[in-house]
């Protein structure tokens, strides 16, 4: 199994909280997302990082930042949190982008 | 618009049977397929890809057809055992911007493995 961890593995917080959620690899692998998963709509990826400090929009980023200081490490900020995104979260790497390899989640509540 | 589409949101098949997952997808610039499984409180799981040269790739129980033309693969498992059951995400890429590609994810099918 690829080298991928979360923290924290469950969380409630209170809505207008902010939160962050860390994604850490032992992989070395270049690249690495953040997808949510919901019912009814599969995985939808949120944000990702071909690099550090490099990071790009997916196509249900509106009220999530990411930072990428160093490759081992990617984090998921909530600046404000709202019951909307009480989901279960993914992290993923990849060595050349093909592949996809996910962590094994973070379930979010949002009150 | 929802550009992978698994059209069975759920799938039942004995023990022993050939489970057939299908996936088809509209954007004709995809290259590559991947299938995922995924257990309850867990993360998704690599199981096998195909890229857009090829027609067929085998591993184990596991086999993935894609036709192009049709713009359509599936996930053949034989025989099915129980612990197959699990949801089965269809995923696509688009290589061809040279850069920074993503893979876009149908909505998953949960097959069901009865002993």
């Known amino acids: 199994d690829a080298g991928i961890t979360q923290s924290p593995r469950h969380k409630v917080t209170e809505t207008g909280t902010p939160v962050t959620l860390r994604c850490h690899q032992t992989?070395?692998?270049?690249?690495m997302y953040w997808y949510r998963q919901d019912p009814g709509h599969g995985l939808r990826l949120i944000h990702y990082s071909y690099g550090v400090k490099d990071t790009d929009k997916g196509e249900v980023s509106d009220g999530y930042s990411v930072s990428r200081s160093k490759t081992e490490d990617f984090l998921l900020t909530l600046e404000s949190a709202t019951s909307s995104q009480t989901s279960v979260y993914f992290c993923a790497i990849s060595r050349d982008q093909r592949e996809q390899f996910f962590g094994p989640g973070t379930r979010l509540t949002v009150l | 618009d929802q550009q992978v589409k698994q059209n069975s949101p759920s799938l039942s098949v004995q023990e022993g049977r050939i489970s057939i997952l299908n996936c088809d997808y509209t954007?004709?610039?995809?290259?590559?397929f991947l299938w995922y499984k995924k257990y309850p409180a867990e993360g998704p799981t690599f199981l096998i890809s195909i890229s857009s040269i090829k027609d067929k790739n085998e591993d184990g129980r596991f086999t993935v057809f894609l036709n192009k033309s049709a713009k359509h693969l599936s996930l053949h498992i034989v025989p099915s055992q129980p612990g197959d059951s699990a949801v089965y995400f269809c995923a696509a890429s688009d290589g061809s911007g040279g850069s920074n590609y993503k893979l876009t994810f149908g909505k998953g099918t949960l097959l069901t493995v009865n002993p």
């Open positions: 954007n004709s610039m995809f290259d590559y």
């Open positions: 992989e070395n692998h270049r690249y």
